[in-house]
């Protein structure tokens, strides 16, 4: 990306590191303290997210932090309250509210193309959970005891806060289907939002999305005056006529990581908020955490308890 250089990298495996930088440590803290970035990005897993966003926030260094942002909402807490108490900036990397056809989608939202919202349907879906080799991009999620609305699903609600605001209470229906993971695979999530939107999030990864496409499957919004269909091609239809079409050429769908990426950047230099602020991200984490225990407990569960 123009004005930024990529100056050392850390991981356990030194060989790894030297694939993404010119100067490589095993140590993050060492590295800190001996590059003295302008920023750091957290490309970790979750477990390690909190050790690591205290090391930048020690050493006043503004972080950028791949998602799931924590391992549970005590832990999510805990890092907010360092970046309340420290000033440090920190910013949850969360790109698929930056998909060029959600960023549409929410502008023909806001410019009244089908009135006011009243429901919205997202359906998720790849095809590489099942078989004797799920997951074989990422093979540790067969090890993880929360996968699908933990990993994946994290997405689409994190989206719809972006296009309907605050969550207010969440219901969810979960199962495993291939005996060789130990999280859950399938879910079914109903979100309802403040302004009395309501709408479901269906995920699983058995089979993909007709048509294929980049957007991992489709989305619907209805108001009061139409609809906005974004078809898994990235391409968004108003009322089931074409209204927009996305570059899907290059990039991870529709570019939306560099997307994301540059708002981090421009936040930086300019002082304006991020979007996915660690503080303001806890919301979409919360949902999360309430949509397990909604499973757990039979009921619907108000965002509001996860904090208590």
């Not at 309250?81 to 930056?98: A, D, I």
């Not at 005891?145 to 219901?171: C, K, N």
């Not at 990235?234 to 089931?240: I, R």
Request: aromatic share 8%; hydrophobic share 40%; with cysteine.
């Amino acid at each position: 990306m123009e004005g930024v250089e990529i100056a050392a990298a850390c991981d356990p495996v030194m060989e790894r590191a030297r694939e993404a930088a010119p100067k490589v440590y095993t140590s993050a803290d060492r590295m800190l303290d001996l590059e003295k970035p302008d920023f750091v990005d957290i490309a970790t897993r979750p477990e390690t997210h909190l050790s690591l966003v205290r090391f930048a926030i020690e050493r006043r260094i503004p972080a950028i932090c791949q998602k799931p942002l924590a391992e549970s909402m005590k832990q999510a807490l805990a890092m907010a309250r360092l970046v309340r108490e420290s000033g440090v900036r920190v910013m949850v990397h969360e790109n698929w509210r930056w998909q060029p056809w959600y960023r549409t989608a929410r502008k023909m939202m806001d410019q009244g193309e089908i009135g006011e919202p009243l429901a919205y349907q997202f359906r998720l879906r790849q095809r590489d959970g099942l078989g004797a080799n799920p997951y074989p991009n990422q093979p540790y999620f067969r090890q993880m005891p929360r996968l699908l609305i933990y990993e994946t699903l994290i997405h689409p609600i994190d989206t719809a806060r972006f296009l309907f605001g605050q969550i207010e209470s969440v219901l969810a229906h979960t199962r495993r289907a291939n005996p060789l993971i130990q999280g859950e695979d399938r879910a079914v999530v109903v979100l309802q939002h403040a302004n009395a939107v309501d709408g479901v999030i269906d995920g699983h990864r058995y089979l993909d999305p007709e048509p294929p496409g980049p957007a991992m499957g489709d989305a619907l919004f209805e108001g009061e005056r139409g609809s906005i269909h974004v078809l898994a091609t990235g391409d968004v239809l108003l009322n089931g006529r074409p209204a927009a079409t996305h570059d899907t050429s290059t990039g991870y769908k529709g570019d939306s990581v560099r997307a994301t990426q540059q708002h981090f950047l421009d936040c930086l230099r300019s002082g304006a908020p991020f979007e996915t602020g660690v503080v303001e991200y806890l919301e979409s984490f919360a949902a999360v955490e309430a949509a397990y225990r909604s499973q757990a407990e039979g009921r619907l569960v108000r965002v509001q308890e996860m904090y208590v």
